[in-house]
DNA sequence: ATGACTGGCCCTGCCAGA
């Protein structure tokens, strides 16, 4: 089966690129981050017709996360445990019934972090600590799990065209890839870096300056593997083609195929 | 060297993104 993370930067501007990405590859599972509005406003009725289901945790304006699946959607639970007061709609967890088994799928959302040294920055790194215990509880069920998303990280050299111009961003962070490796080092394994271990395997590139012409880009969109996914990891791909459209996401989708 | 897009909202400059 294949599974899906997208940032899609507003489903509203992006529905009829998202309505051709569930045409082709037509994905069975896909997360989507940055959809922007409300849940009454996500346009749901347009993806049922093209055959999923639908769980959202939206929000006004900003964030908001989605699962679209093919399969049924079930014990699906909003928000990131770990601190009542966060009400940024940035996390979003349900359990996909496959053929003969289950799948648990996250779609995350994980903070910008911008500007270091400020409370951002420090929502950021807390946010990642109440993820990295959450995984944790995971792992204990002994499932296939994928925690798909933004995760707003740049792991390492390898993941930047230019890693000077990155040194003083959130993403880059000495901070924020000691968190990124704290939540891998529980036994989740990055789905990408399983498959291939080449430099410029890029997800994001800006909207200014010619990011994408000149391939500036970053490698920020992840997903993560339980050991039991991990265990049936075929291959991982970086839909690159979304990016050239007209009026693209600023971010690609990237896909798992797993043997479910 | 510098600046540079895009989307949503309080409808119009401003915040947020990465």
Redesign the pocket.
């Known amino acids: 089966m294949l599974i899906a993370t997208w940032?899609v930067?507003?489903?509203?501007?992006?529905l009829e690129h998202l309505l051709g990405f569930l045409a082709d590859p037509a994905p069975d599972v896909v997360c989507l981050?940055?959809i922007?509005?409300?849940d009454e406003?996500f346009p749901r009725l347009e993806v049922e017709a093209a055959g999923y289901n639908v769980a959202v945790h939206g929000q006004?304006?900003?964030?908001g996360v989605a699962i679209l699946s093919k399969f049924p959607i079930a014990d699906v639970s909003p928000r990131l445990p770990g601190d009542p007061e966060d009400v940024q709609s940035r996390y979003l967890e349900a359990v996909v019934s496959v053929p003969g088994g289950a799948v648990r799928v996250a779609s995350i959302?994980l903070?910008?972090g911008?500007?270091i040294g400020t409370e951002?920055f420090t929502y950021k790194l807390a946010w990642m600590e109440r993820l990295t215990e959450h995984a944790r509880g995971l792992l204990a069920l002994e499932e296939p799990v994928v925690l798909a998303g933004?995760y707003?990280v740049i792991p390492d050299g390898r993941d930047v065209s230019d890693p000077a111009l990155w040194a003083n961003?959130?993403?880059f962070q000495p901070a924020t890839r000691a968190a990124y490796r704290k939540l891998l080092a529980l036994g989740y394994t990055d789905a990408l870096r399983a498959c291939d271990d080449r430099a410029g395997l890029y997800t994001?590139w800006?909207?200014?300056?010619?990011a994408w012409q000149k391939n500036k880009g970053?490698r920020?969109d992840h997903l993560l593997l339980s050991p039991q996914a991990a265990d049936r990891l075929v291959g991982v791909d970086i839909h690159k083609r979304t990016r050239a459209l007209d009026?693209p996401s600023?971010?690609v989708p990237v896909s798992v195929t797993l043997d479910l």
């Not at 930067?9 to 992006?14: L, Y």
């Not at 006004?60 to 964030?63: E, P």
């Open positions: 940032n930067n507003s489903v509203k501007q992006r981050q940055e922007k509005c409300v406003a006004k304006g900003f964030n959302y903070p910008n911008n500007p951002k933004d707003n961003d959130a993403l994001f800006d909207y200014q300056a010619g970053i920020i009026k600023d971010h």
